[in-house]
Nanobody, 124 residues
Framework: QVQLVESGGGLVQAGGSLRLSCAASGLTFSNYVMGWFRQAPGKEREFVAN????????YYTDSVKGRFTISRDNAKNTVYLQMNSLKPEDTAVYYCAATTLLVGITDYTKYDIWGQGTQVTVSS
């Protein structure tokens, strides 16, 4: 059974940090591009970051560049999102996702495996 399970969300004050983890099972993890997306109430799901299979390349949405870092440990089948200098506008449900595609991968429709999401709330 293919599964992605996120953890690490919570409530934090503005300027604080959180580290999200996403543990994968039932798939050959190193073959997949892993992405983080987020969705705030009343808004569309938004790309945050992704990391290519062997961590050679990473991409970030402009609003998180310099504050968030995506990484992966292929031996542990886990992808991480280190979030620093958090802002209230970062408040959302954060999802990890997996795809074998290499084109258009800031588009959430290109990902076919999703976790259940973890809530991140940043208070001002």
């Amino acid at each position: 059974q293919v599964q992605l399970v996120e953890s690490g969300g919570g409530l934090v004050q503005a300027g604080g940090s959180l580290r999200l983890s996403c543990a994968a099972s039932g798939l050959t993890f190193s073959n997949y591009v892993m992405g983080w997306f987020r969705q705030a109430p009343g808004k569309e799901r938004e790309f945050v970051a992704n990391i290519i299979r062997k961590s050679i390349m990473t991409y970030y949405t402009d609003s998180v560049k310099g504050r968030f870092t995506i990484s992966r440990d292929n031996a542990k089948n886990t992808v991480y999102l280190q979030m620093n200098s958090l802002k209230p506008e970062d408040t959302a449900v954060y999802y990890c996702a997996a795809t074998t595609l290499l084109v258009g991968i800031t588009d959430y429709t290109k990902y076919d495996i999703w976790g259940q999401g973890t809530q991140v709330t940043v208070s001002s």
